[in-house]
């Protein structure tokens, strides 16, 4: 048979031969899975998964930051106006253009930090531009959507006002997320997700700085996303 | 084909010379330890869950399997209802292909990938590089691999066998790395020198750990963030799925994701794990804007319905290389194929068939510390035996195993044949033994210096275990009667 230009069918048939069916079914019903395993969150409170989400964030050498919705901007400018991390230059931000940003005040209390030499709010109609902005930033903050306690992730979605770019180049990425918003496992994010419509072309779930031991096992934080990650909670 | 190489080594010589490469096969034990003993540590910390899990997932995925014509199908579909563009690659051929005409469409010679071992099944770097394609491998260890024109030894941490002087002379020859030898320094020079190439890519090629069904999802688990990098910049995106990474929805992801990262490295999570359901929308500025979904057959389909269809339902953990005795000693290299370890035992005759894959299946004690570990409880060792069974009853195995196990047989059920053979033993190796032993001076004589030269082999008894036994029972009924007097 020549290569190339193979159709579904040219992939599937010898599937369904080998499985002994005539053709595909139409419909294939889920059966009652017999098992169901229990995870280490069952039966904690909100507050005991906020605090496990806190105590599994430090083992991953994740920072963790707590404040009022009040407080946000200052909170976060607190974070960034100590500059570039160990070193304390002079730094630049990028970060989401989210309403609940702007409703703090995020713009105006980064301009008052006097380390903060630029700060760039995600924008989709100036391209690259955003991109380079995030390239040579010490600084990404993004407003995740989700925390997961059993593991210190946090979902972050892509949309038109949060790039992939935002939690990936800087050399910091600081991620806002409400408590509210912390639930146990992955599995209830899975859950609210299968309800969308459409899924978002991409979620990511992070958990921690990029890391390798890929040279005799060490460790090493920084490879190809950011070096720190810092986790804001609103309370 | 590209799931094998080395093959003009024999296994034998393969496992030579592993075994005489000192710092290769430490460096993997050491590998083993510290993931075993991490992993151990999460397991115990889910208590029955863990157990529970494992269960779960091994009926979601052979549920999949069960039905794998119906879930294959319900993914291409709604991979394309995303605006994915589909290429069916029944074959590997068809997969290079199919690939081929991307680059051709676009007229692209610029490409970055993160790491996936069905690329390397089919040998996709070295074609694109034939049709003057430049392809950059950004896992670190895939790149210091690619640099030094070597191959994986483990399947989630690949260039174990370097150290790092070596690793940095590399880079100091090839890419003009002027540092030190720490891992921190190489590290940080790669995450210099591929950030621009991540940037200037045109197309990004990536694997996908699990696919999703019912929502069209591609998934990629990575810690270094290379895989984000690949499916963030290059405007094309080329996403190889294996029809045997497929999940029915997203709860059953979240089974898979608990027990993925627990198994291959000993982490809860990995950094970095991102679910993947068409190019960029409208208004997002970065994210690919074309993405195509090769989904490989390659001959898994023929695994269903099969005494092998238990494989289907792995995930390529590497746990089962984390605790196997044979891979510490002989490494990823031993096997010569790019599926090693236990898994790879299964796997690559799986793939391959039998001609060509010398006696790698024997490369296996049948310990079953592979199967107790497994994350989808895949009797590992049990199918490991039956390829063996498949090779004898195919007339594949050595022709000398079929006279000497008549021999053998012939001895055994011949008693006076077999008495004869044990009271001339006892005598004759007397005559060759040391201190009650055959030791290394043994070594002349063909077959047993396969055990002599490394260790020693005790002779047999002058008097047999029946004998003693009925000698003793004699003994004992002797003294309780003494005894009752
Ligand atoms: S066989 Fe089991 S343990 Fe081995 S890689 Fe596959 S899933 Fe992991």
């Given at each position: 048979?020549?290569?190339?230009n193979?159709?579904?069918d040219?992939?599937i048939?010898?599937?369904?031969?080998?499985?002994?069916?005539?053709?595909?079914?139409?419909?294939?019903?889920?059966?009652?899975?017999?098992?169901?395993?229990?995870?280490?969150?069952?039966g904690?409170?909100?507050?005991?998964?906020?605090?496990?989400?806190?105590?599994?964030?430090?083992?991953?050498?994740?920072?963790?930051?707590?404040?009022?919705?009040?407080?946000?901007?200052?909170?976060?400018?607190?974070?960034v106006?100590?500059?570039?991390?160990?070193?304390?230059?002079?730094?630049?931000?990028?970060?989401?253009?989210?309403e609940?940003?702007?409703?703090?005040?995020?713009a105006d209390?980064?301009a008052?930090?006097?380390?903060?030499?630029?700060?760039?709010?995600?924008?989709?109609?100036?391209g690259?531009a955003?991109?380079?902005?995030?390239?040579?930033?010490?600084?990404?903050?993004?407003?995740?959507?989700?925390?997961?306690?059993?593991?210190?992730?946090?979902?972050?979605p892509?949309?038109?006002?949060?790039?992939?770019?935002?939690?990936?180049?800087?050399?910091?990425?600081?991620?806002v997320?409400?408590?509210?918003?912390?639930?146990?496992?992955?599995?209830?994010?899975?859950?609210?997700?299968?309800?969308?419509?459409?899924l978002?072309?991409?979620?990511?779930?992070?958990?921690?700085?990029?890391?390798?031991?890929?040279?005799?096992?060490?460790r090493?934080?920084?490879?190809h996303?950011?070096?720190?990650v810092?986790?804001?909670?609103?309370e | 084909?590209?799931?094998?190489?080395?093959?003009?080594?024999?296994?034998?010589?393969r496992?030579?010379?592993?075994?005489?490469?000192?710092?290769?096969?430490?460096?993997?034990k050491?590998?083993?330890?510290?993931?075993?003993k991490?992993?151990?540590e999460?397991?115990?910390?889910?208590?029955?869950?863990?157990?529970?899990?494992?269960?779960?997932?091994?009926?979601?995925?052979?549920?999949?399997?069960?039905?794998l014509?119906?879930?294959v199908?319900?993914?291409?579909?709604?991979a394309?209802?995303?605006?994915?563009?589909?290429?069916?690659?029944p074959?590997?051929?068809?997969?290079?292909?199919?690939?081929?005409d991307?680059?051709?469409?676009?007229?692209?010679?610029?490409?970055?990938?993160?790491?996936s071992?069905m690329?390397?099944?089919?040998?996709?770097?070295?074609?694109?590089?034939?049709a003057?394609?430049?392809?950059?491998?950004?896992?670190?260890?895939?790149?210091?691999?690619?640099t030094?024109?070597?191959?994986?030894?483990?399947?989630?941490?690949p260039?174990?066998?370097?150290?790092?002087?070596?690793?940095?002379?590399?880079?100091?020859?090839?890419?003009g790395?002027?540092?030190?030898?720490?891992?921190e320094?190489?590290?940080?020079?790669?995450?210099?020198?591929?950030?621009?190439?991540f940037?200037?890519?045109?197309?990004?090629?990536?694997?996908?750990?699990?696919?999703?069904?019912?929502?069209?999802?591609?998934?990629?688990?990575?810690?270094?963030?290379?895989?984000?990098?690949?499916?963030?910049?290059?405007?094309?995106?080329?996403?190889?799925?294996?029809?045997?990474?497929?999940?029915p929805?997203?709860d059953?992801?979240?089974?898979?994701?608990?027990?993925?990262?627990r198994?291959?490295?000993?982490?809860?999570?990995?950094a970095?794990?991102?679910?993947?359901?068409g190019?960029?929308?409208?208004?997002?500025?970065?994210?690919?804007?074309?993405?195509?979904?090769?989904?490989?057959?390659?001959g898994?389909?023929e695994?269903?319905?099969?005494?092998?269809?238990?494989?289907?339902?792995?995930?390529?953990?590497?746990?089962?290389?984390?605790?196997?005795?044979?891979?510490?000693?002989?490494t990823?290299?031993?096997?010569g194929?790019?599926?090693?370890?236990?898994?790879?035992?299964?796997?690559?005759?799986?793939?391959?068939?039998?001609?060509?894959?010398?006696?790698?299946?024997?490369?296996?004690?049948?310990?079953?510390?592979?199967?107790e570990?497994?994350?989808v409880?895949?009797?590992?060792?049990?199918?490991?035996?039956?390829?063996?069974?498949?090779?004898?009853?195919q007339?594949?195995?050595?022709?000398?195993?079929?006279?000497?196990?008549?021999?053998?047989?012939l001895?055994w059920s011949?008693m006076?044949?077999?008495?004869?053979?044990?009271?001339?033993?006892?005598?004759?190796?007397?005559?060759?033994?040391?201190?009650?032993?055959?030791?290394?001076d043994?070594?002349?004589?063909?077959?047993?210096?396969?055990?002599t030269?490394t260790r020693?082999?005790?002779?047999?008894?002058?008097?047999?275990?029946?004998?003693?036994?009925?000698e003793?029972k004699?003994?004992?009924a002797?003294?309780?009667?003494?005894?009752?007097?």
């Open positions: 048979m020549a290569l190339g193979k159709t579904l040219d992939l048939n010898p599937i369904s031969k080998q499985l002994g069916n005539a053709k595909v079914a139409d419909h294939v019903d889920m059966p009652e899975w017999e098992f169901k395993a229990q995870r280490v969150t069952d904690k409170s909100h507050d005991e998964l906020v605090s496990m989400f806190e105590d599994e964030a430090e083992k991953i050498h994740i920072s963790v930051a707590h404040c009022k919705a009040a407080d946000l901007a200052a909170c976060l400018a607190k974070i106006g100590a500059g570039v991390p160990e070193t304390g230059e002079p730094c630049t931000v990028v970060y989401a253009a989210d609940r940003f702007r409703a703090a005040g995020l209390a980064l008052a930090e006097s380390l903060v030499t630029k700060a760039t709010e995600w924008d989709e109609t100036a690259e955003c991109i380079e902005a995030a390239r040579v930033a010490t600084y990404g903050i993004t407003y995740a959507t989700a925390g997961i306690a059993e593991t210190a992730t946090i979902a972050q892509t949309c038109p006002t949060c790039g992939r770019a935002i939690s990936l180049l800087p050399l910091c990425h600081i991620a997320v409400d408590a509210a918003a912390i639930v146990p496992t992955m599995g209830e994010v899975m859950a609210d997700l299968a309800k969308e419509e459409k978002p072309s991409q979620v990511c779930f992070i958990s921690g700085p990029s890391a390798t031991a890929d040279i005799e096992l060490v090493v934080e920084g490879v996303g950011p070096m720190y810092n986790y804001v909670i609103v | 084909m590209s799931i094998l190489y080395n093959t003009e080594a024999t296994l034998a010589e496992v030579d010379e592993c075994l005489s490469d000192d710092f290769k096969h430490n460096a993997i050491t590998a083993q330890e510290v993931f075993y991490k992993r151990g999460l397991v115990e910390e889910m208590g029955e869950g863990w157990q529970q899990l494992r269960m779960h997932a091994m009926e979601v995925r052979n549920h999949v399997t069960e039905n014509d119906y879930y199908k319900q993914f291409a579909q709604n394309e209802k995303n605006g994915c563009i589909m290429h069916y690659a074959t590997g051929d068809d997969a290079l292909w199919e690939v081929l991307i680059f051709e469409q676009h007229n692209a010679c610029y490409a970055v990938k993160s790491k071992m690329t390397e099944e089919v040998g996709l770097n070295e074609i694109l590089e034939e003057g394609i430049k392809i950059t491998e950004t896992d670190c260890a895939e790149n210091i691999l690619q030094a024109e070597s191959k994986p030894s483990h399947i989630v941490v260039a174990l066998h370097f150290n790092r002087s070596a690793i940095a002379d590399i880079y100091r020859e090839k890419r790395y002027d540092g030190t030898d720490v891992p320094e190489i590290t940080h020079f790669l995450r210099k020198i591929l950030r621009e190439e940037l200037e890519a045109e197309v990004g090629i990536r694997g996908c750990n699990f696919a999703v069904a019912e929502t069209g999802s591609v998934t990629l688990v990575t810690n270094e963030g290379n895989g984000r990098m690949v499916d963030t910049f290059p405007k094309v995106q080329i996403v190889f799925v294996g029809i045997d990474r497929i999940v929805d997203l059953a992801l979240d089974t898979m994701m608990a027990l993925l990262p198994s291959a490295v000993g982490a809860k999570m990995t970095y794990f991102s679910l993947d359901s190019p960029r929308g409208a208004g997002e500025v970065d994210g690919p804007e074309e993405v195509h979904i090769v989904l490989m057959d390659n898994r389909h695994l269903a319905n099969s005494e092998f269809s238990d494989m289907l339902r792995c995930m390529r953990c590497g746990a089962c290389l984390n605790i196997c005795p044979v891979y510490r000693h002989i990823g290299h031993g096997y194929s790019i599926y090693p370890g236990p898994m790879g035992l299964v796997l690559t005759p799986g793939l391959v068939g039998y001609d060509d894959i010398d006696n790698m299946v024997y490369a296996c004690s049948l310990c079953g510390a592979c199967t570990h497994c994350p409880s895949i009797p590992i060792h049990d199918l490991v035996r039956q390829h063996r069974i498949n090779i004898v009853d007339g594949k195995n050595h022709k000398i195993e079929v006279p000497i196990f008549k021999a053998l047989g001895f011949n006076p044949i077999y008495m004869a053979g044990m009271t001339l033993g006892a005598p004759i190796m007397e005559l060759l033994a040391h201190d009650g032993a055959l030791d290394a043994s070594t002349w004589i063909p077959v047993v210096k396969n055990w030269s020693d082999f005790d002779i047999l008894s002058k008097s047999r275990f029946r004998t003693w036994f009925k003793h004699e003994e004992q002797k003294n309780a009667e003494g005894g009752e007097q």
